[in-house]
């Protein structure tokens, strides 16, 4: 095709100035030629959509099974407790394909963290929710603790109450709230429902129980009624008010008979001093294969401890024992008399600067905040234990020199896994001011050895 500004070839090879007829007719030529380009170009357009959408008829997406794509949405979706509401949503709204795979990929509905500030909050929502499980395990987490102070705890809630009576089967359940008294007045009700309805309540099914509480202040006995179920209870106190009991009721409200049908307990305060709290309780607790106790430091009176006694857990395999001072490890080591344990855990990881050994040594002396030196008699060598203990691990501590962590391993014949985590040596702690009996538990070994165990550890040196 012959160009149409062939016929000025003569004017494009000269600078010769043109004619009013060849000015008007050369814009013509451009007006046409730029019209034809945006036909074009629009035309281009349509061809590349029409490309596009061929590609997607294409896509391999369309032929993968659904079991697959629901893999992978348990994937891109935050994990359960962090799921909320809106994701799945948002999920389900991209089209009718995948709102069927979510429905049916049951994992993304097993769990469910609620406010019961939530004023759309009601029975057939939660309900919905919760039977797209299927037959898997459920948890739900019910956040009751208000943000203002002086607002009272709000577990009170007909549709919460409701579902946990008449609807779905709930396996794991955990409450924050900011006094005992609300989680007592919230199981009273619970029952009071259920004997409204004259059905058995899905209260008891519950098998797992993590308390969240604020304060506890109140001493007099209360009556929670736990589910008939259970068999794990977490609870952590952020801060208490509470004397010791002897008669094995652990802070006013969980009772011997609890304890005994638990096989996994677990306590965490980091206010107070808590073995004189729960020990009496934790003698109850024969049936627990796991036990974690994390708190503060121990007054000098437990250093022998808990009054002389010995308590028997003879199917307890897994002990987890930490808190902000080490003096809580020995004592509760010499008091818990295990004969199966397999696995301890010494977490010391609560405290970031250094403490000395005089602060080791006199548990009063102990500070929010200090790093813990490791004594060597973790374990003791007349722990109960020593015969069948196969898994030790240790962290965030600190030791005097490494012979303090042989010490450790030669005391247990039957180790055959030890993990030391963020453990640091310090041959610098005072050894001023401590008694005749812990100085010769950190005398210095020959330096030979010393160097020996160092390099084998290979531990970091302060």
């Known amino acids: 095709m012959n160009s149409p500004a062939l016929g000025f070839s003569r004017l494009l090879s000269t600078n010769d100035p043109l004619s009013s007829n060849e000015k008007q007719h050369a814009r013509l030529q451009v007006a046409i030629l730029n019209k034809r380009l945006d036909d074009l170009r629009m035309l281009c357009r349509q061809i590349e959509s029409e490309v596009e959408e061929y590609h997607l008829l294409l896509s391999p997406w369309r032929s993968i099974p659904v079991e697959i794509i629901g893999a992978i949405f348990k994937f891109v979706i935050p994990p359960v407790m962090a799921v909320t509401a809106k994701d799945l949503g948002n999920l389900r709204l991209v089209c009718k394909k995948w ?32 039977n797209k499980a299927g037959d898997l395990r459920r948890t739900l987490a019910v956040r009751g603790d208000s943000h203002r102070a002086n607002e009272p705890c709000r577990l009170a809630h007909p549709a919460l109450y409701r579902t946990l009576v008449q609807g779905p089967t709930i396996d794991t359940l955990k409450i924050s709230c900011v006094y005992i008294a609300c ?15 004259e059905i058995t309540s899905r209260w008891h099914s519950i098998s797992s129980l993590t308390l969240s509480i604020r304060f506890l202040l109140s001493p007099k006995r209360t009556s929670a009624i736990f589910p008939s179920s259970l068999t794990s209870l ?75 006694e010995r308590i028997h857990l003879p199917k307890l395999k897994t002990l987890q024992l930490g808190g902000r001072c080490s003096s809580l490890v020995p004592l509760a080591l010499k008091t818990i008399q295990a004969p199966n344990l397999v696995h301890l855990d010494v977490d010391l990881k609560f405290s970031t600067a250094f403490l000395t050994l005089r602060e080791l040594c006199f548990p009063s002396y102990c500070k929010i905040g200090t790093r813990i ?27 005097p020199y490494p012979d303090v962590v042989l010490r450790i391993v030669t005391n247990l014949p039957s180790l055959v896994h030890l993990t030391l985590d963020d453990i640091v040596v310090d041959g610098n702690l005072d050894l001023d001011n401590v008694s005749m009996e812990d100085r010769e538990d950190h005398v210095l070994p020959p330096l030979s050895r010393w160097m020996a165990l160092y390099r084998g550890l290979g531990v970091a040196r302060a």
């Open 183 to 197: 989680f007592n007045q919230f199981t009273q009700e619970i029952q009071s429902h259920a004997a409204q309805e």
């Open 99 to 130: 709102r069927n795979v979510a429905d049916l990929t049951h994992q993304l509905w097993s769990g469910l963290r609620i406010d019961v500030r939530d004023q759309q909050l009601s029975h057939e929502k939660l309900s919905s929710w919760l």
């Open 234 to 308: 977490a609870v952590t106190v952020e801060d208490l008010i509470q004397q010791s009991s002897k008669d094995g009721i652990i802070l006013g409200f969980i009772f011997p008979a609890v304890l005994e049908q638990l096989i996994d307990f677990s306590f965490k305060c980091h206010k107070r001093d808590i073995l004189s709290l729960i020990l009496p309780g934790v003698r109850h607790c024969v049936n627990a294969e796991a036990l974690t106790i994390i708190g503060q430091h121990e007054g000098p009176f437990l250093r022998q401890g808990y009054d002389g």
């Open 373 to 399: 030196v490791l004594p060597s008699t973790i374990p003791p060598a007349n722990l109960a234990c020593r015969a069948s203990l196969k898994q030790l691990r240790i962290r965030s501590a600190v030791v």
